[in-house]
């Protein structure tokens, strides 16, 4: 009971990011437990994902061929097997919006202690410590699980991703599934945020989060977004509350954006906003609280208050600034 | 039909704040109803209006200040609520899902609801996993990260036909059977402000308290398995160059910038 199972994430036909990401947190854990490594890939064209996961390290990779897209129940039958049959120290999965629609089953299934969305894991004399956020990024924890087997989810872009090329050893894992224990029905996928504006296409972002306040206030943005040329986008809560269409979100959820500039005004920089726009050529961000994230990523900061900030700055450019 | 709401009372934290151990000083923590379970809540009473003789409950594992929370729910047309509590989790870490999913399910069990809504996680801890490890605790079907919900099929069909929010602006379409736990997300609805009305009728509306011994369970169920050792401000990396200055000096020196960057022409 040394070893590691990873489970690697997918979305029609493609394997995604936190998959490598895993084999690399998942490879620090069998190192530090002096394990194998096991990836799991489960559902879709799992040859060709097993191909691409077959990374320096990697021991065994065991293939689940049903079904071609994610369901949650085929999930936890086939990981509730695949535990059973590899007994792994370690179940690591990615903390993605299908992480969370299984890992907190299997372990549950599992009776595993399990922890969410790891920034950090330290292995050391049978127990496991994860660092992770609280309140909004504001602290990290350390929590430590005493006792395995374990359960833990990871968060993306937080481990490198695994390179070279392995030799690990591809095997296909039988799975009976159970289909009257399948009771929910994936029927499709459909692209959101269409229309009038593409934000991924902008050089210039003018974003705006919470700080804005009222929906009234908005005016002032647009306003500064018109002397200068910009494009309106914003933080997930300003969609949230309908304020602005969704095709103005940036994010996780909505658009990643890489504009040459993104002004970020009254955006407190939470990890699901800047996972959107890390990759901007130039951040900039106005917000009162000299503490926010945001600023961590910033390349100017602004600490004031956006309501005598973006006035002077509309006066910058030419404009009238509107009483708001 | 029959509509659970689980609620949280989070705490928020104020911009300066100190640490004492591994928790934030009481002095800079003010408490309020979760952001996600406000949109679960206000997407049960839409359920609730929608078809004829639904009932909605919420419930919520805290102490006896999480009653004005909790109220809030009530305000907002929640029929009755729950509230779980005891000493014997007064000490216990509630991060621990195991021990939420434990408390939850034997309130699910009790009242045997057809629908559980969930916020996706809480602003405090940011598990995300409450919902699911419910579902699967007490046998229900569930889904996660809901932000759109068919309530006329629900009433009419007993499907919950969901949109799952995936990444990067793509919706998954899926019918899920009943019970199901939904785990919702923000944005799937507009939540109300309780009105003046709603708050005094919140007032007499039932509040149930239900120790351990009441929901059948042992103190040995809810011990955790998850023991924070540390909490601590993280390492800034801020290599940001800062703008001084009153408010014009600092729009000034950041239109500098901006034309500067060849974004913004004169």
């Known amino acids: 009971m040394t070893d590691v199972l990873v489970v690697a994430d997918h979305r029609r036909g493609d394997l995604r990011d936190v998959s490598l990401e895993l084999l690399s947190a998942g490879g620090d854990l069998a190192d530090a437990a002096g394990g194998d490594l096991h990836a799991a890939v489960i559902s879709g064209n799992v040859e060709s994902f097993a191909e691409d996961l077959d990374r320096e390290g990697v021991d065994q990779i065991h293939t689940v061929a049903y079904g071609e897209e994610f369901n949650h129940d085929v999930y936890v039958q086939a990981l509730t097997a695949l535990a059973a049959d590899l007994a792994p120290e370690f179940i690591v999965v990615p903390n993605s919006v299908n992480g969370l629609d299984y890992a907190p089953a299997v372990a549950t299934r599992l009776d595993r202690p399990y922890v969410s969305d790891a920034v950090d894991l330290d292995y050391s004399e049978g127990t496991l410590e994860v660092t992770r956020e609280m309140y909004g990024s504001k602290v990290e924890t350390t929590v430590d699980v005493a006792e395995g087997p374990f359960a833990v989810s990871i968060r993306g872009g937080e481990w490198p991703p695994a390179e070279g090329i392995g030799d690990a050893e591809v095997s296909e894992f039988d799975v009976d599934v159970d289909e009257d224990a399948v009771r929910s029905n994936v029927k499709g996928f459909e692209e959101v945020g269409g229309g009038d504006v593409d934000i991924s296409d902008a050089e210039f972002l003018v974003s705006i989060g919470r700080g804005i306040e009222e929906e009234e206030n908005l005016e002032l943005v647009e306003k500064l977004a018109d002397v200068t040329g910009a494009t309106l986008s914003s933080s997930r809560p300003i969609v949230d509350n309908g304020w602005l269409a969704k095709n103005r979100q940036v994010g996780q959820s909505g658009k990643q954006v890489t504009p040459d500039v993104y002004l970020a005004i009254g955006i407190s920089g939470a990890v699901q906003h800047v996972a959107g726009m890390k990759a901007s050529e130039t951040i900039i961000a106005v917000n009162t609280d000299p503490n926010a994230p945001i600023f961590d990523i910033a390349d100017y900061g602004v600490v004031g208050d956006l309501f005598d900030v973006v006035p002077a700055l509309i006066e910058e450019f030419g404009g009238e600034p509107p009483s708001v | ?266």
């Open chain 2, 1 to 266: 039909m029959k509509v659970l709401v689980t609620v949280k009372e989070v705490a928020t934290v104020e911009d300066d704040f100190e640490i004492s151990g591994t928790e934030i000083e009481e002095t800079y923590l003010d408490y309020d109803l979760n952001e996600w379970d406000d949109y679960a809540v206000e997407e049960a009473v839409q359920l609730a209006e929608a078809g004829d003789d639904v009932e909605v409950v919420a419930v919520t594992i805290g102490p006896e200040r999480s009653e004005e929370t909790i109220r809030m729910a009530l305000a907002k047309g929640a029929d009755r609520a729950v509230r779980v509590w005891d000493d014997a989790i007064a000490d216990v870490e509630l991060l621990d899902v195991e021990t939420k999913a434990r408390l939850l399910g034997a309130v699910v069990e009790a009242e045997n609801p057809d629908l559980v809504f969930s916020g996706v996680q809480a602003n405090d801890d940011s598990f995300g996993a409450t919902g699911v490890a419910l579902a699967e605790t007490v046998g229900f079907e569930w889904a996660a990260v809901v932000n759109a919900l068919d309530t006329e099929k629900v009433v009419d069909e007993s499907v919950a036909s969901v949109r799952r929010e995936l990444e990067g602006g793509i919706e998954e379409l899926t019918d899920v059977e009943l019970p199901a736990v939904l785990a919702i997300q923000t944005g799937i609805n507009e939540p109300r402000y309780a009105s003046l009305r709603g708050i005094r009728q919140a007032q007499s509306k039932p509040l149930d308290v239900q120790s351990l011994a009441d929901l059948g369970v042992g103190a040995e169920d809810v011990a955790s398995s998850l023991d924070v050792t540390a909490m601590y401000e993280p390492e800034t990396e801020s290599e940001a160059q800062y703008l001084d200055g009153d408010a014009s000096e600092q729009a000034g020196k950041l239109a500098d910038v901006l034309r500067e960057k060849g974004v913004v022409g004169e």
